[in-house]
C-alpha cells in the first residue's frame, strides 16, 4: 500500500510538472510568434525599399508597373522595377527587372498568399552565388514569406491623391502596405484587414526634389524672443554673481 500510494504521488507530481512545461513552452512560443509576426512585415517592406533604392540610384532611366489587383479577392498588388538600355542599333531593351507579387499559398488552404520576387538581368545580380547556378535555376520567383493577407501599393506623383496603377517613369513616391493579420470579408465580397493591423512605408524616389517647410512666423519670433530673453537673464546672473576681489 505505502508503495502504491508513493506511485500514485509521483504520478501525480510528473503530471503536474509536465502540465506547467506544456504551459511555459505555449507561452514562449506565443510571444516569439508575436514577435515575429510584429517583425516579419518591416523585415519585407526594408527590402522592396532596398530594391527600388538601388535601381534608383543605378540609372535614373527607370520604369515602374504598379498594377492593384485581387486574387482569391485578396489584395495582392504587382510591383515591376525596371532599368532600360540603348543598344547599338537604338533600341530599348531591359538591363534589369524585378518583380515582386503574391500569389495563392499552394501548400494552405487558399486562405492566405504567399509573396514572391524575381530578378531578371544582363548582369547576375549576385556575381559569388550566381556564376555556378544552372539556366533552369535563373529567373525564377523566389517565396520571400507566407502568410499575406493584404499587399497594396500606392503611387504618388505631382497629384495629391494616389494613384492604384501605374505605367512609365520614376514617380515621386511609392507605398507600400502589407498585412499578416487575419482577414475578414466586406459587404462586397473583398478580404481586407482591421487598419490598425496594416503596416505601411513610403519611399520617396525623387532624391533631388525640393522639400517645402512651412514655418510659422510668430512662432519663430515667439521662439526667437524666448531665447533672447533667457540669453539675457543668463548674462544679468552672471554679472551680479562675479565679484571682483577687494571690491
Keep these: 500500500m505505502e508503495v502504491l500510494a508513493a506511485m500514485m504521488i509521483g504520478t501525480m ?143 504618388y506623383t505631382e497629384k495629391d491623391k494616389p494613384e492604384a496603377a501605374w505605367v512609365g517613369g520614376m514617380p515621386l513616391g511609392v507605398t507600400l502596405t502589407i498585412s499578416f493579420a487575419e482577414p475578414f470579408k466586406n459587404d462586397d465580397g473583398i478580404y481586407d484587414v482591421p487598419e490598425n493591423m496594416k503596416y505601411s512605408r513610403t519611399i520617396a524616389l525623387d532624391k533631388s526634389r525640393k522639400i517645402k517647410f512651412d514655418i510659422s512666423e510668430e512662432s519663430f519670433e515667439d521662439e526667437a524672443n524666448g531665447i533672447n530673453s533667457n540669453i539675457l537673464d543668463d548674462r544679468n546672473s552672471s554679472s551680479t554673481k562675479t565679484k571682483l576681489p577687494g571690491k
Design 13 to 155: 507530481i510528473l503530471i503536474a510538472v509536465f502540465n506547467v512545461y506544456d504551459r511555459a513552452e505555449s507561452a514562449a512560443a506565443s510571444v516569439t510568434r508575436n514577435l515575429n509576426n510584429s517583425r516579419r512585415p518591416y523585415e519585407v517592406l526594408q527590402l522592396i525599399a532596398e530594391d527600388l533604392d538601388k535601381m534608383v540610384t543605378t540609372n535614373s532611366d527607370m520604369n515602374i508597373i504598379v498594377v492593384s489587383r485581387y486574387i482569391k479577392n485578396y489584395a495582392a498588388a504587382l510591383l515591376v522595377i525596371r532599368v532600360k538600355y540603348k543598344d547599338p542599333t537604338n533600341k530599348e531593351r531591359s538591363y534589369k527587372e524585378i518583380f515582386w507579387q503574391c500569389n495563392i499559398n499552394p501548400e494552405g488552404d487558399a486562405n492566405d498568399l504567399v509573396l514572391y520576387r524575381s530578378y531578371e538581368g544582363i548582369l547576375p545580380e549576385d556575381k559569388l552565388l550566381d556564376k555556378d547556378r544552372e539556366q533552369s535555376e535563373e529567373n525564377v520567383y523566389v517565396p520571400i514569406c507566407g502568410g499575406v493577407t493584404y499587399f497594396d501599393i500606392k503611387i
